[in-house]
């Protein structure tokens, strides 16, 4: 039983739009100043990943593999700046160490 009927075409916009605005409102907040190699990855993410899902969407439009080769590398990539981003952040926080302190043994 299918209890909702969602068009592809829809949520490729709606994610397509997320990822624009997301960017857009990162620049407006943090504007010229402190933008660390962290924030650069991440705003490159998202807009990289917009351009990905667009490719993407053409997958219907445009029948070529090498279309669906080029958006999947684009979508793959974009995603790993985010995580790079959010790790380049996360060791900068914490002094070079990823993990928190170990807690004493009872």
Known sequence: MILFNINMATILVVLVLGHLLTGALIIAYIGPQDRSKAVKMFLLAKFLQPI?????????????????????????????LSLLGRQHTAFRKTSGSPLPPRSQPY
């Open 52 to 80: 990905a899902w667009l490719i993407l969407g053409l997958r219907g439009a445009v029948p070529s593999m090498a279309l669906v080769a080029v958006g999947n590398s684009a979508l793959f990539t974009g995603a790993s």
